[in-house]
């Protein structure tokens, strides 16, 4: 079984079928097809290699809407394919040779399918790379410019082309060249094609004789003060409209008056005006400089940014949105408004439909929500996989687990930023669910300001939501909050219980405590059995919860309470997990690992390591008497422990982002770079990473894979018996015992694969060998007394006989039961004799 899912659906703008009956999306290098009616998916296009960037369906007569539909689509794997999506059956590929970053196809009319296949002519915004000998001549040219006014020029990366798409063959030219790659806008009519470049607008009106070569559009350039965001085109094509960064929105008038109007001549004599609806051209009413246009006008209600404009079908109204999270209907005639506010998060794209009461609009929060304009109300919302919160970095060497998988079921529990749990069903690839942990409005501008700490810019969010945990059985779970504060004002934590409502498929809050460390959580963890559930804190202390079935009959808002309290030396407690029967309890405390019983709280051993680095990850391999753990710091290691002889079984130097282990099996995975590229030798750091597999028993790898971006990745094993459906279970019979591993990437999408028999599910990496570790461990001596960090000199005989010095009062101001006197008790009394070098006679 290999499953994929979970991309992005609001990379680019979305658009209806011409029957305005499906919403085509494009979701990463496929098309996903929506119907209206549902929002359910109902098919696919897949066949491109790259990040598909526009979709473009093709418009035929009304006779011919409800029998064909087709669509071009380009890519930047540097094709435009075209495709019947009804049947999914790719028709044409084009390869265009250069990452396409976004296509559009004017016409004139709604023509027939054999004259609407034959006259295809697309506009492509590609990426432009510069031989040696143009790079020469820029860099001469470039040189004469700035040695003449010091102004040194930069060639642009991208260009507009055009290419014949039915001959397959391109077309001499271009028609500019853009520093940054921007959506290309055609009109309704297909007369007019549109680029903004920064705080430049460039217009271009097609010839009604056909394209035929780039001197086939007359081009007009319209300027702005401030950077430019959108670009729109009344159905008339006599008005443009655009929107700054700032939330005005502009809308240009008679554009181009003076450029696509062939001067009339008389007895050889242009005419100085021209006037189109009673406007005097010559005025120039707003306009910037010599742009040609009759009028400009401003409308500002927006307060932050303006991402998308769109005409109505009949141009009586003007749709906008933007940061805010406010969709905005402006009449303008009357210059009245109308808004759908709250919609979650800003608002990035828009689509109109041939149903002129259903419109489209893409959120940042991986949505794409139908409107009913009629009613300004949400009809339907497609949700994807909601995008990751970065959590700040002092707060990265928490051993955060905000991504949980929920027993049973199969939904991949994720946080987001509006502080929601959000539960997505994998096999579905839809979301299932969703848990308001903490409640929260959408303001627009002060969540995307930004703070230096320790010299990192972070995004200022209110709270952060650290652990999210289950129960064996899934009937609790747990979550942990911090809160970041400023400059330490306001910091503080909350540790929230949750139950299983059965009637309602949702969980309802149990019980809420405030502060429960003075700091926040580093680690949480429950109990394989028991309504029992262990938090840490890097303050040095652990606390173990549990269940009070009294208080949850007596209906009182806190069943679950602190139990006791623990700590070890004061030493920071980062991460903690129990053994599979639950007898054990594992607590790492900084480079200590400490074993505890956790139903007496008492401490049973500790085990040390050579290494002085922090422990980051610490976890129970089931079936087995492995503990695995991976500490930090330089140099950073992997280690597996075997608890039956209390040693260290084997131990390599790598450096772990992530540790998961296989809940039905002997195997771990690790997610992390080997270490030289994590001390920086590397040419890319942080741009690939080491996915690994391993059998505890053994140290060899199993099998390696390339992945990128891992700071923002994570992984999760999860057993068959929670993905398996009629839709996915393959003609054998599923083994009950066996787990897949689920890779989800920085941009969400998700790769479910059984990495033991599926190998090439990844990209494989090439062959390395990892730095192996001898590590034999500390002395009991040193576990119990700690390691110095320089070697002490041997006391001298004077100083052991002086008996106010002597230090073996506090040297074991210890509880007795850490001590074996069998192992350290012959080393301390040699300590203190003195040795004779000569031979007694």
């Not at 590609?126 to 820029?138: G, I, L, M, S």
């Not at 929107?243 to 008389?266: F, H």
């Not at 139990?563 to 997990?577: E, F």
Request: glycine residues 8%; contains cysteine; aromatic residues 8%.
């Amino acid at each position: 079984m290999r499953l994929k899912g979970g991309a992005s659906l609001i990379s680019r703008p979305p658009s209806f079928s011409t029957d305005g009956k499906l919403l085509l999306v494009c979701t990463g290098s496929s098309v996903s097809i929506f119907s209206v009616a549902t929002g359910l998916q109902v098919s696919e296009l897949e066949g491109h290699t790259g990040l598909v960037t526009s979709i473009n369906v093709v418009e035929y007569t009304e006779a011919a809407k409800s029998l064909i539909n087709h669509v071009w689509t380009s890519s930047l794997d540097g094709t435009a394919r075209f495709w019947n999506f009804t049947t999914g059956a790719l028709i044409k590929t084009v390869n265009v040779g250069k990452p396409i970053h976004s296509m559009v196809i004017p016409r004139h009319c709604k023509s027939g399918s054999k004259a609407a296949y034959k006259h295809d002519i697309g506009l492509l915004l590609v990426e432009h790379k510069r031989d040696t000998c143009e790079c020469q001549e820029d860099e001469k040219v470039s040189k004469d410019s700035k040695g003449g006014n010091g102004h040194l020029e930069i060639e642009p990366g991208f260009r507009v082309i055009l290419h014949n798409l039915t001959s397959q063959k391109p077309l001499d030219g271009h028609l500019v060249q853009v520093s940054s790659p921007h959506l290309l806008i055609c009109s309704q009519l297909g007369g007019l094609v549109g680029l903004v470049d920064n705080r430049k607008i460039w217009v271009w009106r097609v010839s009604r004789k056909g394209i035929q070569s780039v001197e086939s559009f007359q081009q007009v350039i319209l300027h702005h003060t401030k950077t430019l965001q959108a670009l729109a085109f009344d159905p008339t094509e006599t008005l443009v409209a655009g929107s700054d960064s700032s939330g005005r929105v502009l809308i240009w008038k008679n554009v181009g008056e003076s450029a696509y109007v062939s001067p009339l001549k008389d007895k050889g004599k242009h005419t100085k005006k021209n006037s189109k609806n009673g406007v005097d051209l010559d005025l120039n009413r707003g306009v910037r400089g010599d742009d040609d246009a009759a009028a400009l006008s401003s409308y500002h209600w927006h307060s932050d940014q303006v991402n998308f404009l769109m005409f109505s079908l009949d141009g009586a109204y003007l749709f906008s949105g933007g940061e805010e999270a406010v969709f905005v209907m402006w009449q303008l005639e009357t210059g009245e408004k109308r808004f759908l506010p709250r919609l979650g998060s800003s608002i990035l794209h828009f689509a109109g439909s041939s149903d002129a009461s259903i419109v489209s609009v893409a959120c940042a929060d991986n949505s794409i929500k139908l409107i009913n304009l009629g009613t300004m109300a949400v009809q339907k919302s497609i949700q994807g996989i909601k995008p990751p919160v970065s959590l700040p970095k002092k707060m990265k060497k928490l051993d955060a687990k905000a991504v949980a998988f929920q027993p049973g079921t199969g939904n991949l529990v994720l946080p987001a930023k509006d502080m929601s749990l959000q539960f997505y069903a994998i096999v579905h690839d839809q979301q299932s669910g969703e848990v308001q942990v903490t409640p929260h409005n959408y303001v627009s501008g002060k969540e995307r300001e930004t703070s230096s700490v320790d010299g990192e810019q972070t995004n200022i969010l209110p709270v952060f939501i650290t652990h999210v945990v289950f129960s064996r059985d899934g009937s609790s779970m747990a979550t942990a909050e911090c809160c970041q504060g400023e400059e330490n004002i306001g910091r503080g934590s909350c540790l929230k219980f949750w139950r299983r409502d059965l009637t309602q498929s949702n969980f309802i809050l149990s019980t809420r405590i405030e502060d429960p460390h003075n700091l926040e959580i580093s680690s949480l963890v429950f109990h394989p059995n028991l309504n029992l559930a262990v938090s840490c804190c890097s303050l040095g202390e652990f606390k173990v919860w549990t269940y009070d079935e009294g208080r949850q009959k007596a209906a009182s808002p806190s069943s679950w309470r602190c139990r006791s309290v623990g700590s070890y030396r004061q030493k920071q407690m980062l991460s903690a997990d129990f053994s599979t029967d639950g007898t054990l309890l594992s607590i790492s405390a900084e480079e200590l690992i400490t074993l505890w019983n956790p139903f007496s709280n008492g401490l049973i051993h500790v085990l040390g390591r050579s290494s002085m680095n922090a422990i980051k990850f610490l976890r129970f391999v089931p079936s087995t008497h492995y503990l695995v753990v991976a500490s930090g710091g330089t140099p950073p290691e992997l280690t597996v422990w075997n608890l039956e002889t209390l040693s260290i079984l084997w131990s390599y130097r790598i450096a772990v982002e992530a540790l998961s282990v296989d809940p039905r099996g002997s195997h771990f995975s690790i997610l992390g770079e080997a270490d030289e590229l994590s001390e920086g030798k590397g040419s890319h750091r942080g741009s690939q990473a080491l996915l690994t597999v391993f059998d505890a028993n053994s140290p060899a790898p199993l099998v390696t894979w390339s992945v990128r971006d891992v700071e923002e990745s994570c992984m999760l094993w999860l057993p068959s018996s929670d993905v398996n459906d009629e839709g996915s279970i393959n003609d054998k019979k599923q083994d009950s015992d066996q787990s897949y591993l689920v890779l989800l990437s920085r941009q969400r999408e998700y790769t479910v694969f059984d990495p033991l028999t599926q190998k090439d599910a990844l990209e494989p990496a090439s062959k390395k060998s990892f730095d192996r570790v001898e590590n034999k461990g500390l002395s009991t001596f040193a576990k119990v007394y700690g390691k110095a960090v320089h070697a002490l000199p041997r006391p001298e005989r004077a100083f052991l006989e002086s008996g106010g010095a002597q230090p073996q009062g506090k040297f074991l101001n210890c509880p007795s039961h850490l001590i074996s006197l069998k192992s350290i008790g012959f080393s301390y009394i040699e300590s203190l004799l003195e040795r004779k070098t000569g031979v007694a006679q």
